[in-house]
């Protein structure tokens, strides 16, 4: 049981991937962190030294913070969060504890540069269908909660990459890392190189890469999400508008994914007699 203003690794590894999950902070030091240099899914990194300074940024949020052991970093960090006006908790055990428990942890190295607002930026082609709504959803809900996505026309979006310094996505190039490869397509490829292959977010990536690439047999729900992908992008003009209402889509996916794969649904329940 969870200690006065902790949080088990088991809880908050149910609330990441969820609209629900409050904002992590990895405030463990520099040297732990080159040690290991792996984040807890959808984790910003902040300096424990400079917490007094950062805290109110996060007035009236909901934060977990996180540390090598979950000791007197990560609780110094969450009290000083709670002071500024924050509900703040402190992850237990840390991340050796996260760790230990085999839950995924997010390499670094794999994360593209964030800009001066702290944002991961992206890039990829107008008018998304599946993948382009998919990729989002997982980076927005596993990697950068703040990440920002631009829609451009398909022969613009290299030229838009070097001059906004966005990281393109789900586009033909040789030099593109976040696209299809082979069977793959990008949501399979990120799931695969942001170290998150669990359970449910590769079952989710075979109804995606059914639908995506025109084998609805590789899954039963695949023609379902490509029906819906498709109603969607009739029912918006607008990408960002669309990209909202594609979050709840996944979100839903996701939880199905995760929690609810054996229910089943029959009403009503016993035929009429006659």
């Known amino acids: 049981m969870s200690s006065f203003n902790t949080i088990s690794i088991e809880k908050l590894a149910r609330l990441i991937g969820t609209p629900k999950c409050p904002i992590l902070i990895d405030v463990s030091t520099e040297e732990d962190f080159a040690a290991n240099p792996c984040i807890v899914p959808g984790t910003i990194r902040r300096p424990y030294e400079t917490a007094s300074d950062w805290a109110s940024e996060f007035t009236g949020r909901s934060v977990i913070t996180i540390c090598q052991k979950g000791l007197k970093l990560s609780q110094g960090a969450a009290a000083w969060l709670r002071h500024a006006g924050a509900a703040a908790d402190a992850l237990e055990g840390g991340i050796l504890a996260w760790s230990q428990a085999g839950l995924p942890l997010i390499p670094k190295a794999k994360l593209p540069p964030r800009d001066s607002q702290g944002r991961t930026l992206w890039v990829t082609r107008s008018r998304p269908k599946i993948d382009r709504i998919a990729c989002p959803w997982l980076i927005r809900r596993f990697v950068d909660p703040s990440a920002v996505f631009l829609f451009v026309s398909p022969s613009e979006v290299k030229a838009v990459s070097e001059r906004f310094n966005a990281t393109p996505f ?101 035929k009429a007699g006659p």
């Open 170 to 270: 789900d586009i033909e190039g040789e030099d593109v890392f976040w696209s299809h490869r082979g069977e793959l397509c990008t949501f399979d490829v990120m799931i695969e190189e942001l170290g998150l292959k669990t359970e449910p977010l590769q079952r989710l990536a075979t109804i995606v890469r059914g639908a995506d690439t025109a084998r609805l047999d590789l899954a039963p729900e695949a023609p379902g999400l490509l029906a819906v992908s498709l109603g969607l992008s009739r029912m918006f003009a607008d990408d960002l508008a669309q990209l909202e209402a594609g979050l709840l889509l996944y979100d839903a996916f996701y939880r199905w994914c995760r929690d609810a794969t054996e229910e089943t649904h029959n009403w009503p329940s016993q």
